[in-house]
């Protein structure tokens, strides 16, 4: 499949949203394709450097992208992407293939609007797109908790309350909170579940509490490997309403 050859699909013709789906490997851009074409029109690029002459091309709205690629690689991708003023900031999802934390890290920080692990989930990946497309996009789903957290930053050490959670960040309760954008290392365990969540989380936003409560800090996971990530959203999607039926059945 080409960089010129477009699926179309009944939502083309409601949405006019156009996706762009990157990957070097052809039956993984084949099959990110065929799944996406339900919310959209999808046009392809097979590298970096063909992803980047096609999105200033056709302006998409979303595009899905492998983190690692021969040339330019995803992250990479979506780095020079977001810092292009002509595209308007598109909505961006990596492909995580490796794992690592440290993968994670660098798509996070690179500006992806979100992160998916290899192989695709094909629910998972619906999912994600619809959400970004929307003309307000919504946030991940969060889940109302209260769980004992530990974290750390440098040498210092305290304990705060996890509040809700989604595979993305958290928001936490805590006698001290420190301001944007520092980072810290966090550890807890996942409520109802043998799971242990360790990750490095940057400050994202502070909120004072009134007397007799405690403030709170909202941060976004960065280093978080492939097996706690897995966990968290499984965690997550067990506990989230049910969608749709529409959706339900869309997505089949």
């Known amino acids: 499949m080409s960089a010129g050859l477009a699926i179309e699909s009944e939502a083309l013709v409601q949405t006019r949203r156009t996706i762009l789906v990157v990957d070097d490997a052809p039956l993984l851009r084949e099959l990110g394709a065929l799944f996406l074409a339900r919310v959209g029109r999808v046009i392809t690029a097979a590298s970096g450097e063909e992803a980047l002459a096609v999105a200033r091309l056709e302006q998409p709205d979303l595009i899905v992208a492998d983190a690692r690629m021969p040339d330019i690689d995803g992250i990479t991708l979506c780095r020079v992407l977001k810092q292009d003023p002509l595209l308007g900031a598109p909505r961006i999802v990596l492909l995580a293939s490796t794992g690592d934390a440290e993968e994670r890290e660098r798509a996070v920080r690179a500006g992806a609007d979100d992160v998916l692990p290899k192989p695709i989930d094909r629910v998972a990946l619906l999912e994600c797109a619809r959400r970004l497309l929307a003309d307000a996009p919504r946030g991940l789903p969060r889940i109302s908790i209260s769980v004992p957290i530990q974290m750390r930053h440098r040498r210092d050490e305290w304990n705060g309350l996890a509040r809700n959670l989604s595979r993305g960040g958290i928001y936490v309760e805590s006698r001290r909170i420190v301001a944007p954008p520092v980072e810290v290392e966090l550890t807890m365990r996942l409520p ?34 492939r097996l706690a990530a897995r966990a968290l959203a499984e965690w997550v999607e067990e506990r989230t309403p049910h969608r749709h039926p529409k959706m339900e059945e869309s997505a089949r």
Not at 197 to 206: D, G, K, L, N, P
Not at 213 to 219: D, F, K
């Open 192 to 225: 109802e579940s043998e799971a242990l969540v360790a990750s490095t989380a940057q400050v994202m936003w502070t909120r004072e509490r009134p007397p007799g409560q405690l403030p709170g800090m909202g941060l976004r996971f960065l280093a978080l490997d």
